[in-house]
């Protein structure tokens, strides 16, 4: 029998350990509407999102938890505002060490500092650092909480799916646990298995882009330390040990240091306990006392498919796109695959939008991955210049940076993830050119606290229409769906009126479950509000 122990990393929570399910007794392979596998963030966040609204979800893994290691650690404020949706974020935000402030060093001098978040009036931090292990354990927290609600979602242990065959209309798994194989069909399959996808390659898809000639070491080290709970970056850094250097906190007095190695390096000699010190010694200083956490050497390619969507077969997370760690894309951007896929796959499966809504995930979210791409790309260009031209370029800008303001925008040590906005999608409806830019359908909503609390909260898992200073009627259903009303006013609130007015005097917004605004009128009417929630379903509109 197959070992279904996986190399990939020893655990750090058990969370759904292996039980023998009933499936594997069935004469016949078991039906499920929903198969998820990975059980990831992404596979995790996916099984809970769709858990939640009703649709039944089976996730299976290969492993039986969270593994050791921070492995992935910014998490973006709009990966909390979706978490918070899902009922996760409050023990993420508590455990997480929140920080909106950076630091831009050359050799030994301070270049800038910045500020991801310098407006008020948002329920979360840019960012807060928390070890993947434990963003994990909190989405299946919040999974058990969902199940004892009885939310129909069910996650098995150390079943590893080792084969997969397309129908028109399902797909068949050949899954592999300790008491032997078995078969299951499911009428929908996401695949969550990381960047090198065994179901990817079950289906002979490409994963095309960019390999990086260069090498990181992580090390994370606990130790007590007096730095700021800020990200610091250093481009050639006086103490040496690598051309470039990374420093977060992290929960625990954990501090995730980053070195850039280059490429042609002997990696075990490089993981030698006794030369990983030698580069942090250097960095902190003998006389400070830290042990070695988790280390690590990556490499990492900026890639993904063709397209995320194959029949019935769709790809989230790194199985669909993959980027450098620089800018921390990676699981935020994946994150928001989930939140922009569970709401149209539910309405296609209970009947009410077709087939083809589903062509837009692939559409939005292939759209949000070459964004993220194109960022994460100039970022390692920027870091690792492999010619004396672009390194010479690189320098300049460095020394510029120092005292011209306006070469400050040309560094690029990781520019952070931030949340996509939908230009041009085929869900879009009409746009009021005098309501804010930040606003246009397509973009995320930003949040503001209200009277009756944060406006993001608000909104649901269903399509809102907001109301600003305006009336309109209460709405029970259009084109057969619940349309929920909600009424405010920015006579009073600057923050609504900055980011949801403008220079317009009232606002209608219909704003779709994943809280993306869909379209915006200056006041309302029925008609431009059907018309604009068809075409939100990708409802034939003719």
């Given at each position: 029998?197959?070992?279904?122990?996986p190399?990939?990393?020893?655990?750090?929570?058990?969370?759904?350990?292996?039980?023998?399910?009933?499936?594997?007794?069935?004469?016949?392979?078991?039906?499920?509407?929903?198969?998820?596998?990975?059980?990831?963030?992404?596979?995790?966040?996916?099984?809970?999102?769709?858990?939640?609204?009703?649709?039944?979800?089976?996730?299976?893994?290969?492993?039986?938890?969270?593994?050791?290691?921070?492995?992935?650690l910014?998490?973006?404020?709009?990966?909390?505002?979706?978490?918070?949706?899902?009922?996760?974020?409050?023990?993420?935000?508590?455990?997480?060490?929140?920080w909106?402030?950076?630091?831009?060093?050359?050799?030994?001098?301070?270049?800038?500092?910045?500020?991801?978040l310098?407006?008020?009036?948002?329920?979360?931090?840019?960012?807060?650092?928390?070890?993947?292990?434990?963003f994990?354990?909190?989405?299946?927290?919040?999974?058990?909480?969902?199940?004892?609600?009885?939310?129909?979602?069910?996650?098995?242990?150390?079943?590893?799916?080792?084969?997969?065959?397309?129908?028109?209309?399902?797909?068949?798994?050949?899954?592999?646990?300790?008491?032997?194989?078995?078969?299951?069909?499911?009428?929908?399959?996401?695949?969550?298995?990381?960047?090198?996808?065994?179901?990817?390659?079950?289906?002979?898809?490409?994963?095309?882009?960019?390999?990086?000639?260069?090498?990181?070491?992580?090390?994370?080290?606990?130790?007590?330390?007096?730095?700021?709970?800020?990200?610091?970056f250093?481009?050639?850094?006086?103490?040496?040990?690598?051309?470039?250097?990374l420093?977060?906190?992290?929960?625990?007095?954990?501090?995730?240091?980053?070195?850039?190695?280059?490429?042609?390096?002997?990696?075990?000699?490089?993981?030698?306990?006794?030369?990983?010190?030698?580069?942090?010694?250097?960095?902190?200083?003998t006389?400070?006392?830290?042990?070695?956490?988790?280390?690590?050497?990556?490499?990492?390619q900026?890639?993904?498919?063709?397209?995320?969507?194959?029949?019935?077969?769709?790809?989230?997370?790194?199985?669909?796109?993959?980027?450098?760690?620089?800018?921390?894309?990676?699981?935020?951007?994946?994150?928001?695959?989930?939140?922009?896929?569970?709401?149209?796959?539910?309405?296609?499966?209970?009947?009410k939008?077709?087939?083809?809504?589903?062509?837009?995930?692939?559409?939005?979210?292939?759209?949000?991955?070459?964004?993220?791409?194109?960022?994460?790309?100039?970022?390692?260009?920027?870091?690792?210049?492999?010619?004396?031209?672009?390194?010479?370029?690189?320098?300049?800008?460095l020394?510029?940076?120092?005292?011209?303001?306006?070469?400050?925008?040309?560094?690029?040590?990781?520019?952070?993830?931030?949340?996509?906005?939908?230009?041009?999608?085929?869900?879009?409806?009409?746009?009021?050119?005098?309501?804010?830019?930040?606003?246009?359908?397509?973009?995320?909503?930003?949040?503001?606290a209200?009277?009756?609390?944060?406006?993001?909260?608000?909104?649901?898992?269903?399509?809102?229409?907001?109301?600003?200073?305006?009336?309109?009627?209460?709405?029970?259903?259009?084109?057969?769906?619940?349309?929920?009303?909600?009424a405010t006013?920015?006579?009073?609130?600057?923050?609504?009126?900055?980011r949801?007015?403008?220079?317009?005097?009232?606002?209608?917004?219909?704003?779709?479950?994943?809280?993306?605004?869909?379209?915006?009128?200056?006041?309302?009417?029925?008609?431009?509000?059907?018309?604009?929630?068809?075409?939100?379903?990708?409802?034939e509109?003719?």
């Open positions: 029998m197959t070992e279904l122990v190399e990939r990393y020893p655990l750090a929570f058990q969370l759904y350990p292996y039980r023998r399910s009933p499936d594997q007794d069935a004469a016949s392979p078991v039906r499920h509407k929903v198969i998820v596998v990975g059980g990831g963030p992404i596979g995790l966040a996916t099984a809970l999102d769709l858990g939640q609204q009703g649709v039944p979800v089976l996730l299976l893994d290969d492993h039986e938890g969270a593994g050791l290691g921070s492995r992935a910014c998490f973006a404020k709009r990966t909390l505002e979706i978490c918070d949706r899902l009922g996760a974020a409050a023990p993420m935000l508590d455990k997480g060490v929140r909106n402030l950076g630091k831009v060093f050359h050799d030994d001098r301070l270049l800038y500092e910045f500020n991801l310098p407006e008020e009036g948002h329920a979360f931090p840019a960012f807060i650092n928390l070890q993947q292990p434990w994990e354990k909190y989405l299946f927290d919040a999974i058990a909480a969902a199940q004892a609600k009885g939310a129909p979602i069910e996650i098995r242990g150390r079943n590893r799916v080792d084969g997969l065959n397309q129908a028109a209309d399902h797909v068949t798994l050949n899954v592999a646990t300790p008491d032997g194989p078995y078969a299951l069909e499911a009428d929908w399959l996401i695949a969550c298995d990381g960047a090198r996808s065994p179901l990817r390659d079950m289906l002979g898809l490409d994963f095309k882009g960019r390999v990086f000639e260069d090498n990181f070491l992580i090390a994370d080290v606990k130790m007590k330390a007096s730095f700021p709970t800020e990200r610091w250093w481009f050639e850094p006086h103490f040496k040990s690598g051309a470039s250097a420093l977060h906190k992290q929960p625990d007095d954990i501090w995730r240091i980053d070195f850039q190695l280059g490429w042609d390096i002997d990696r075990k000699k490089e993981l030698l306990p006794e030369n990983i010190r030698a580069r942090v010694d250097a960095m902190l200083g006389d400070v006392a830290y042990d070695l956490d988790w280390c690590s050497i990556y490499t990492f900026c890639r993904r498919m063709d397209n995320f969507r194959h029949g019935n077969v769709l790809f989230a997370g790194d199985s669909a796109h993959q980027v450098s760690p620089f800018g921390a894309r990676g699981a935020n951007s994946g994150i928001q695959d989930v939140d922009n896929l569970a709401w149209k796959l539910k309405l296609v499966i209970e009947g939008a077709p087939s083809r809504l589903l062509d837009s995930y692939d559409s939005e979210r292939v759209y949000g991955a070459d964004e993220n791409i194109l960022n994460s790309t100039r970022a390692t260009d920027f870091i690792t210049p492999k010619s004396a031209v672009s390194k010479l370029f690189r320098n300049a800008v020394e510029l940076a120092e005292k011209v303001p306006f070469a400050r925008t040309i560094v690029n040590s990781g520019r952070l993830s931030l949340p996509c906005t939908y230009d041009g999608s085929t869900l879009n409806g009409p746009d009021c050119p005098t309501m804010p830019r930040r606003t246009r359908p397509g973009s995320p909503c930003p949040d503001v209200m009277a009756d609390g944060w406006l993001l909260r608000q909104l649901g898992n269903g399509f809102t229409l907001l109301t600003i200073d305006t009336d309109a009627p209460d709405l029970s259903t259009v084109h057969g769906l619940p349309l929920t009303r909600l006013s920015a006579k009073e609130n600057h923050l609504l009126r900055a949801y007015l403008g220079e317009a005097a009232s606002a209608v917004y219909l704003i779709r479950p994943d809280q993306h605004v869909a379209a915006r009128w200056e006041t309302y009417d029925a008609k431009a509000v059907a018309l604009a929630l068809a075409t939100a379903l990708s409802l509109t003719a």
